[in-house]
């Protein structure tokens, strides 16, 4: 139903800017790289998102229009944020190749230290960005 859909992209944007906020804290290198990929494609559908009142603002975490995310049509929030969408395959793309990356360097980190708390180990980026939210907007 629309309701779900809409529940799940305010999942996916509450999950986006813990996202950003959880890259900061990773380190600069993967933040440099990461966040810069995750930007750019966020500008580069920046109008289709604004089309379906999702908005960026100035430090790159997205804000809801909620009257205008309730009105948008279903077909081009599944446009937008379906499984098939050019924007949700890239951040799919670039989420999966950090989620190695910062996965390699807690091993390393936590290798070198002789410390291990899987609490603390990594960060599972994947599910924050792909998890069951989006399944049915295919």
Known sequence: SKDNIISGIKDFVSSYNTLMTNID???KTVE????TKFNQYVKEHEKELAEVGVTIEK?????????KLNEADVSALKKV???DSEF????????SEM???VSKAMDIKNSMSGLYNADSSSV???SLLSGNSFNYLG
Not at 32 to 35: A, D, G, L, Q
Not at 59 to 67: A, L, V
Not at 88 to 95: F, G, P, T
């Open 88 to 95: 949700m395959k890239k951040l799919d793309s670039v989420n």
């Open 124 to 126: 599972d980026y994947n």
């Open 59 to 67: 430090d790159g975490k997205m804000t809801i229009d909620k009257d």
């Open 25 to 27: 804290n990773v380190g």
């Open 99 to 101: 989620n190695e990356v």
């Open 81 to 83: 944020f379906g499984n």
């Open 32 to 35: 440099n790289t990461y966040k």
